[in-house]
């Protein structure tokens, strides 16, 4: 049990890269384009696949900023224990369930089970990053260095990255549409408070 009190970070960043790669590369098996049948044409097979590639484009956005996050979640962690090992494996299960929700959206995108279901998907996804977080810093994980105030944004972002998907979740059942238009603020949140840090960060 001992070795398990100060197991360097590298590995789970390793696993947790390929898990996350596996994911987004078995997304986009879901595009496959149909045989064109006479009278058809392939523009309008292409046209078909509209809803799949918006929804694998969105879920592929959000896949690309968890692994930022991840990275951004593991760079003040000095070290890791048995319990950090479990809390870093509960985010990647959940987004091992994004490919199948971003194919059940795509193949029926007006329905409000399907947005419903993606919203619940990645409201664990938060969540599960929250509580590794949380326990990250309850058990004094993080080199003294940090700035107190990053992790403070941080945990923000991700408060309201939680709200946004569990409005969504409940959106769904009357706007479908309106619900998926949500998703976008998560990315715009996001894009947004990383130029306002680099501003700050670059400001004398």
């Not at 956005?61 to 479990?86: C, E, N, T």
């Not at 091992?96 to 929700?101: L, Q, R």
Request: positive net charge; hydrophobic residues 50%; aromatic residues 14%.
């Amino acid at each position: 049990m001992n070795a398990l009190r100060h197991i360097p970070t590298t590995r789970l960043e390793a696993f947790s890269d390929g898990v996350i790669a596996i994911i987004i590369t078995v997304m986009v098996f879901d595009l496959k384009l149909p045989e064109i049948t006479p009278g058809s044409t392939v523009g309008y097979e292409l046209s078909k696949l509209a809803p799949r590639f918006i929804s694998y484009t969105a879920s592929f956005l959000m896949l690309s900023i968890m692994w930022v996050s991840h990275h951004q979640l593991f760079h003040p962690i000095k070290r890791a224990d048995g319990k950090l090992l479990w809390f870093s494996i509960h985010p990647l299960f959940w987004m091992s369930t994004v490919p199948f929700g971003t194919s059940f959206l795509g193949a029926n995108l007006s329905l409000w089970q399907t947005a419903f279901g993606y919203s619940i998907i990645f409201f664990m996804i938060a969540l599960s990053f929250t509580m590794l977080r949380n326990y990250a810093l309850k058990c004094n994980l993080l080199h003294d260095h940090i700035d107190k105030q990053v992790l403070i944004r941080i945990q923000i972002k991700n408060q309201a990255a939680l709200l946004i998907y569990l409005v969504a979740a409940g959106t769904s059942i009357f706007f479908v549409y309106l619900s998926l238009a949500l998703f976008l603020v998560v990315p715009t949140l996001y894009f947004i408070t990383e130029k306002i840090s680099h501003i700050n960060a670059i400001t004398p």
